[in-house]
Each structure stands twice: as structure tokens, then as C-alpha cells.
């Protein structure tokens, strides 16, 4: 099995500043691309930022200049630093992972529990 952890959501006030953590671990035999996502209340899930195993990045146009996705390949882990965070970015976002569990065998999707980020004055 594969486990996705976040961590570092919360409240902030508009402007702030937060960053969301991912972990992978279990049984992985490599880790292609690694994403964020979010889903607001009555919105389907959307990306917001992700990054190859080669360290290629792209993001949602609803963020860039403002978020940095940024990935530890030796942890298995992956970060987004989000700056200037407006009242519409509050959603859960959740971490996704594309893992290969063994040499030659399928890649699969695997997706975190999702943490809350809430934007507020």
C-alpha cells in the first residue's frame, strides 16, 4: 500500500501565508510526477501545482507568482509555499503522488486525506 500525509493547513487572513507538506511512504518503487489539487465546497477538484520527477513544474494560472511547488525526491515528499493568499483560495487541497510500486509495473494515482486551508479575516 501507499500512504500520502499533509500536513500545514489552516486559517490564515488574506496576504498570509502558508505551507502545505506531503509525505509518501509505504511500498514505492519510484515516484513520477507529484501535484497539489483542491476543492472548494460545490467545485469540482482542480490542480493547483505540480512537479515531475525531473523537477518540470506548471501551474494553475489562478496562482502563479504566488505559489511554489518544490519536491525532496529523497523523502518522497512534496511542498507548495502559498504567498498572498486571497479569500477564493480556501478549499481542501490534497496531495496526489503517480507511483510506480515495482520495477516494470503499473503507474497508479494515490491521493492524500486532503487539508483545509481557510482564507479569513
Known amino acids: 500500500q501507499v500512504q500520502l500525509v499533509e500536513s500545514g493547513g489552516g486559517l490564515v487572513q488574506p496576504g498570509g501565508s502558508l505551507t502545505l507538506s506531503c509525505v509518501a511512504s509505504g511500498s514505492i518503487f519510484s515516484i513520477n510526477a507529484m501535484g497539489w489539487y483542491r476543492q472548494a465546497p460545490g467545485k469540482e477538484r482542480e490542480l493547483v501545482a505540480r512537479i515531475t520527477s525531473g523537477g518540470s513544474t506548471n501551474y494553475a494560472d489562478f496562482v502563479k507568482g504566488r505559489f511554489t511547488i518544490s519536491r525532496d525526491r529523497v523523502k518522497n515528499a512534496v511542498s507548495l509555499e502559498m504567498n498572498s493568499l486571497k479569500p477564493e483560495d480556501t478549499a481542501v487541497y490534497y496531495c496526489?503522488?503517480?507511483?510506480?510500486?515495482?520495477?516494470?509495473?503499473?503507474?497508479?494515482?494515490?491521493w492524500g486525506q486532503g487539508t483545509q486551508v481557510t482564507v479569513s479575516s
Open positions: 496526489n503522488a503517480q507511483v510506480t510500486r515495482r520495477l516494470y509495473g503499473p503507474t497508479n494515482s494515490y
